[in-house]
Nanobody, 126 residues
Framework: QVQLGESGGGLVQAGDSLRLSCAAS????????MAWFRQAPGREREFVAA????????YYSDSVKGRFTISRDNAKNTVFLQLNSLKPEDTAVYYC???????????????????WGQGTQVTVSS
């Protein structure tokens, strides 16, 4: 069993930055391929970014590429998402998720992830 806890969300203005964190516990952190997803009101949950076990491979959705950066600190059992140049359309609840192993197959599909956090709200005003 894995427990995930997100933090760092908030209300910001367009163009501002935020740094989200997701702390994991329960099993060795280096077992997990990790990702961030988000869900805006009335929309499906969508992939945002993913990172391999040792952090050497990262993946982003086209909508956030160049603005968001995913990273992880395996010593602290934490994955981060740096959100820069925020836009109102980035408003959503952001979730971290994990799956076992280091395969990149279907990394963008929420169905391939086993454990999820409760989410942290990010609201960007125009």
């Amino acid at each position: 069993q894995v427990q995930l806890g997100e933090s760092g969300g908030g209300l910001v203005q367009a163009g501002d930055s935020l740094r989200l964190s997701c702390a994991a516990s329960g099993q060795p952190f280096t077992w997990y391929f990790m990702a961030w997803f988000r869900q805006a009101p009335g929309r499906e949950r969508e992939f945002v970014a993913a990172i391999s076990i040792n952090g050497d491979r990262t993946y982003y959705s086209d909508s956030v590429k160049g603005r968001f950066t995913i990273s992880r600190d395996n010593a602290k059992n934490t994955v981060f998402l740096q959100l820069n140049s925020l836009k109102p359309e980035d408003t959503a609840v952001y979730y971290c998720a994990v799956r076992y192993g280091d395969s990149i197959g279907n990394y963008y599909s929420q169905r391939s992830y086993v454990y999820w956090g409760q989410g942290t709200q990010v609201t960007v005003s125009s």
